[in-house]
């Protein structure tokens, strides 16, 4: 069974970085891995995703230029840097993935069979 588990959130003024981590049980190299997040009272959105096998990039308008997503293959680990964050960019966020899928965009989260259990992010202003 494939797991996910993410690391890294926390608590930061505006302006400022997280990475997120999510370290999965197996090596990607032909799927689809992906942030989403969910604000409270919000509807769960995608934020970034690659595509493992070309290693192609894709993220919501809302994040461009200020978010990074990367895969480190030898860890099996999924990353996304965050920088000048906003307050808006407050919520849960969930590593996911779709195995096996040659995604061209982020797509919707019922693409996406595992999950993992999230990590809080907190941004004042």
């Known amino acids: 069974q494939e797991q996910l588990v993410e690391s890294g959130g926390g608590s930061v003024q505006a302006g400022g970085s997280l990475r997120l981590s999510c370290a999965a049980s197996?090596?990607?190299?032909?799927?689809?891995m992906a942030w989403f997040r969910q604000a409270p009272g919000k509807e769960r959105e995608g934020v970034a995703a690659?595509?493992?096998?070309?290693?192609?990039?894709y993220y919501a308008d809302s994040v461009k230029g200020r978010f990074t997503i990367s895969q480190d293959n030898a860890k099996n680990t999924l990353y996304l840097q965050m920088n000048y964050l906003e307050p808006d960019d407050t919520g849960m966020y969930y590593c996911?993935?779709?195995?096996?899928?040659?995604?061209?965009?982020?797509?919707?989260?019922?693409?996406?069979?595992?999950w993992g259990q999230g990590t809080q992010v907190t941004v004042s202003s």
């Open positions: 996911a993935a779709a195995r096996w899928y040659n995604c061209g965009g982020i797509g919707f989260r019922q693409n996406y069979k595992y």
């Open positions: 197996f090596y990607s190299s032909r799927d689809c």
């Open positions: 690659i595509n493992t096998a070309s290693g192609s990039t």
